[in-house]
């Protein structure tokens, strides 16, 4: 339950908003997610069960604490999914609880309206029930995997992707026998009656990275590849990229030197950063990340063609074919988003970790990656657990001031980061009086040095008329460390422009100048300008993701200890004309594409 406060992600009503619009003889229909996502989704389970919840109460919190439950039942899920893979009880307990740890998981159980830990749990169960009834057949066991196969297909697309991922696995040993298949058909046949109305969907924005869409060129494909394995890496780590080759190779009478080897190459990474937005995972350094994505790629490829036996091969198997899968959905379906999250390969996780810790409880000279390894599920979670609580508590505060201040139905509501959102639904629940036209427009876009907001507006980097009040949000991480300690803990995006999702409009390095610049040429033009409606800081500490970075910490006189304030400022601007609003509301206009200054 760490990390759920008594303020809820900006997100949560937002998405009330729109379940709220679905009528409940249309829940099995294309949910239209608007701006500025402007894409359709299935998840008709998801959708219900959010209704369910708010026919009992309007609190967030209130469902957060009861959503959070996903993460137990997750985790028994995948507790019984490796027990019938054949690993021990206590590998399997440990499995499934550094699995659980992972902030992608954790994210998803702490959001009452994110179901990819929901899904995840449904597959799993599904695929043990599966297994029960290969070994016994029995009704109970037909019903079982009957049930949960029907809810991971209904609770997300994702989710029933994975699903089929691991019934083809599981069939692919037998690929012969033509009723060996039956399984996967079956599947097939219900993802595609369930998702049907999904397929004939027009509308929406089509991504760079579609083959249907403006701008697809060939070098989207390995830059999909590369994003996809990037989500993957986030959860293993390099550690554990390197005791999965353990694994595969264990026996080999030069492994013991190749792992020391491996690992003194290790200790000599550089610091790497990362950015997360909604646990889409990109880092900064293009050499670390192309090298360990392949060597994971290529661990998940060895491992298969090992073959292993039961439950054991079924999960290689299906940990390679969901990376295949989400790597191809955004290229070849018009509707499926580019920017593919962490958080939908949980089915995988358990049983990547349980590998981990098998090769590291079976080789001498893996157990000092076992103790990065370990460090990492540590650091992640507690990470995750200290810069959320903090975080959801400066926002909801920020959001109850801004709240109070406003004074006109439709003000010009801007704000500099994409990550953490601030609604409107938020603003209406904290009692302020907004009208149809507002909404949040988004800039990554910097005024020049003396510019005026009316300048800045005319040169088009935010949408203000004469006539409204303009508020700017920021609500960000702010680094107190020292200048040159900044820079490095920055990181470089720059590789990633035009090649991997979203990195097109500099939300990567816009958000890094947040948190390391201290102040943006934005808030400085509102801070000398306007007033303060608020500005509220709260501080947390991050320990260092990857351990094996020590070495290069203590060179470059970086600390172990990475302290920082969750910052949410508000400032205000009044209106020459105050109470206009223009007529028939204003058009939304999405400023995170403006070009950096």
């Known amino acids: 339950m760490a990390g759920v406060t008594e303020t809820p992600d900006g997100i949560v009503r937002w998405v009330f908003g729109i379940v709220d619009g679905i009528a409940w003889s249309d829940v099995w229909r ?4 608007p701006e500025p996502m402007d894409t ?10 959010i209704k369910l919840g708010l026919l009992f109460t309007r609190d ?9 439950l996903a993460i137990p039942a997750f985790g028994l899920a995948a507790l019984g999914f490796l027990r019938r893979a054949g690993f021990s009880d206590s590998l399997a307990g ?3 609880s550094t699995a659980m740890a992972m902030p992608s998981l954790l994210f998803s159980g702490w959001i009452p309206v994110e179901f990819d830990l929901v899904g995840a749990a449904f597959v799993l169960a599904a695929l043990s029930a ?8 029995s009704r109970r066991a037909r019903l079982r995997f009957v049930a949960f196969s029907a809810l991971a297909i209904l609770t997300k697309e994702t989710s029933a992707l994975g699903l089929f991922a691991f019934t083809v696995a599981d069939a692919w040993p037998r690929r012969r026998e033509l009723h060996a298949w039956r399984v996967p058909a079956a599947i097939l046949l219900g993802i595609f009656v369930a998702t049907l109305p999904l397929h004939f969907t027009r509308g929406g924005s089509v991504s760079a990275f579609s083959a249907f869409g403006e701008g697809f060129h060939p070098i989207r494909i390995p830059a999909m590849v590369l994003h996809v394995g990037a989500q993957l890496l986030y959860v293993v780590g390099p550690a554990g990229v390197l005791l999965l080759w353990a694994d595969r190779l264990a026996g080999r009478r030069w492994l013991p030197v190749a792992l020391w080897t491996a690992t003194a190459l290790l200790f000599f990474a550089p610091i790497v950063r990362h950015y997360s937005h909604f646990e889409a995972v990109v880092f900064s350094s293009p050499t670390w990340t192309i090298g360990l994505v392949a060597l994971l790629w290529a661990a998940l490829v060895a491992n298969v063609r090992r073959d292993a036996p039961g439950l054991q091969g079924t999960g290689h198997r299906a940990a390679l074919l969901m990376l295949i899968g989400f790597a191809a959905a955004p290229i070849v379906l018009r509707f499926a988003r580019a920017d593919v999250s962490a958080r939908i390969l949980a089915p995988a996780i358990p049983l990547l970790h349980a590998l981990v810790w098998r090769a590291a409880s079976a080789q001498r000279s893996g157990r000092l990656l076992a103790a990065v390894f370990g460090a990492f599920v540590v650091s992640a979670a507690v990470n995750a657990a200290l810069s959320t609580r903090t975080r959801l508590a400066v926002e909801g505060e920020a959001r109850t001031a801004l709240a109070k201040d406003v004074r006109m139905p439709c003000p010009a509501l801007i704000a500099t980061n994409a990550v953490q959102w601030t609604t409107v639904e938020d603003l209406v629940a904290e009692g302020a009086n907004l009208g149809a036209c507002a909404w949040f427009q988004t800039t990554s876009s910097q005024p020049e040095t003396g510019m005026t907001l009316a300048e800045f507006t005319a040169r088009g980097g935010v949408s203000v008329d004469r006539g409204q009040d303009a508020y700017l949000v920021i609500s960000t991480a702010r680094s107190r460390m020292d200048e040159a300690t900044n820079r490095i803990l920055a990181g470089d995006f720059t590789w990633t422009s035009e090649l991997l999702p979203e990195s097109d409009d500099d939300l990567f390095a816009a958000y890094q100048r947040m948190v390391f610049e201290i102040e943006t040429d934005l808030e400085t033009l509102f801070r000398t300008a306007g007033a303060r409606v608020c500005g509220l800081r709260s501080p947390y500490v991050a320990l260092p993701l990857w351990w094996n970075e020590l070495p290069a910490r203590l060179l470059l006189g970086v600390p172990l200890v990475e302290r920082f304030d969750w910052v949410a400022s508000v400032y205000r601007i009044r209106a020459t004309e105050p109470g206009f609003v223009p007529s028939g509301g204003r058009g939304r206009r999405d400023h995170a594409g403006d070009a950096r200054r």
Do not use: K
């Open 94 to 96: 440990l499995a499934a």
């Open 130 to 137: 599966l297994h029960d009834l290969r070994l016994t057949p």
């Open 60 to 68: 967030p919190m209130a469902l957060a604490a009861v959503h959070a």
């Open 30 to 33: 294309p949910v239209y997610n």
């Open 40 to 49: 359709y989704a299935y998840r008709p389970l998801a959708v219900v069960l």
